[in-house]
């Protein structure tokens, strides 16, 4: 059976780092088992906040891969203020850690830049995609944001080829993702952004949400919406555990025999749990016992300043800090763990973002401690799957409460891996899910 074939339209791809970029690159590694050929077009020279070379090995050998330069205005931001290089990955500092250059830098880009600092490869990858989709007769077009610049590149695509079909996947919504507030948007701005955001909706044979409430957020601005979540590959999963390397502060003992409390990825000053880090340090200047056995792990990129508070509080000799590694010993750090903490932006209208590391937390069995507004939809996954626990940034003792119940389990040697109905969470069953909506 001769393969149908699908462009997919991306800024995020291996060598990339992140949760991100995997969406797509499962898609792709699944797709052909269901009747697709996937053909991936993404920048010959990007500027990524993250690399992880080891992703390069679930890119299959025969996967056609198309190229061609952009240009990207970070380089000049990043010289006017080091701090920059987090707006890559969609950080800013905020409140009183903002400085004024962090301040005019932020200006710029939601102003300026719009959607993002990627909008000058629209132009140049529609007219090269013009000609490359006629040539091979290419019927279905796939764009995925952030960075929603590539959704300009299916708009305009759609206007010149109107039987095209296109899907426009949002990892991330657009103008109601948290950060949008904190870009500093003139009127017209505001305005300019919401208007490209209607029309993507409004064109796109089918928009594509990674959460059940983005996907019903999407239809009441006129998307044709379907959810897709984001998932867990049982390749990724079966990782054999590895030694933590390069770690940046130790603790005296070794953390796997203790009760180990884990964060993975990129913590940010939006998404920062202060409550929990007060209910931690409140139980080891309280609970003797808890002191002894405690450690508190992370892996991956910690903002600063959240690094610099924890560190000057009672938690200062409990922490063993990794930095950032590739994502096999990042997933095997998950297995190493006995809780696992994810958070979310603590607003309302963040209450439909899935951080795609729930999924591969899931795989692992481990019990979960999630931080978020309150009815999210992560709540729904934990409960459905008897995974853990979600609080708001408001909940206090029953944190304490949480984490003692888990610590006891752990001490008597009961803290059982019981999830259940994790596999509907699979990235070849959401593959299949994919296929059939195509």
Request: overall charge neutral; glycine content about 4%.
């Amino acid at each position: 059976m001769e393969l149908k074939k699908i462009l997919i339209i991306t800024y995020y791809w291996p060598p990339a780092g992140g949760p991100g970029v995997q969406r797509w690159l499962k898609f792709a590694k699944y797709l052909p088992e269901f009747g697709w050929k996937p053909i991936i077009y993404t920048p010959e020279n990007p500027s990524y906040p993250l690399l992880d070379e080891s992703l390069m090995k679930d890119v299959p050998a025969d996967l056609e891969i198309v190229r061609t330069k952009i240009w990207e205005p970070y380089q000049l931001a990043e010289k006017l203020n080091k701090s920059n290089k987090k707006f890559k990955a969609g950080q800013f500092d905020v409140g009183q850690n903002q400085s004024w250059k962090s301040k005019l830098s932020i200006w710029v880009r939601g102003n300026f830049f719009i959607p993002d600092a990627r909008v000058f490869w629209v132009k140049p990858s529609t007219q090269f995609l013009e000609k490359y989709l006629q040539e091979n007769k290419i019927e279905t077009v796939v764009t995925t944001g952030p960075p929603h610049s590539m959704h300009l590149i299916g708009l305009n695509l759609k206007k010149k080829f109107p039987e095209l079909k296109w899907i426009a996947d949002f990892r991330d919504p657009w103008t109601e993702i948290s950060y949008y507030k904190h870009l500093k948007l003139t009127n017209r701005s505001d305005k300019k952004h919401r208007f490209l955001e209607s029309k993507v909706f409004k064109n796109a044979d089918i928009t594509l949400a990674t959460s059940y409430t983005d996907a019903e957020n999407f239809r009441k601005n006129g998307a044709n919406a379907f959810c897709i979540t984001n998932g867990f590959d049982e390749t990724d999963s079966n990782t054999q555990t590895l030694q933590p390397s390069n770690p940046q502060t130790l603790t005296p003992s070794n953390p796997k025999t203790k009760f180990t409390l884990s964060y993975i990825g990129v913590l940010e000053q939006l998404r920062n749990p202060e409550n929990l880090w007060n209910a931690l340090d409140n139980l080891v200047k309280t609970n003797a016992d808890f002191a002894e056995n405690f450690s508190l792990k992370f892996v991956g990129r910690i903002d600063d300043k959240i690094l610099n508070t924890i560190e000057n509080s009672g938690l200062k000799n409990h922490i063993f800090n990794l930095g950032y590694l590739s994502h096999d010993k990042a997933v095997s750090e998950m297995s190493d763990s006995d809780l696992l903490l994810m958070t979310n932006f603590p607003n309302e209208s963040s209450k439909g973002i899935i951080p795609g590391k729930i999924f591969e937390y899931l795989a692992t069995g481990k019990q979960i401690i999630s931080f978020g507004p309150d009815h999210a939809d992560v709540a729904k996954i934990l409960d459905e799957t008897k995974a853990g626990k979600h609080f708001s940034y408001h909940n206090s003792k029953e944190i304490e409460d949480f984490i003692l119940e888990k610590f006891e389990l752990w001490k008597n040697g009961n803290l059982s891996e019981n999830t259940q109905n994790i596999e509907q969470f699979s990235r070849k069953n959401l593959t299949k899910q994919l296929s059939e909506l195509l």
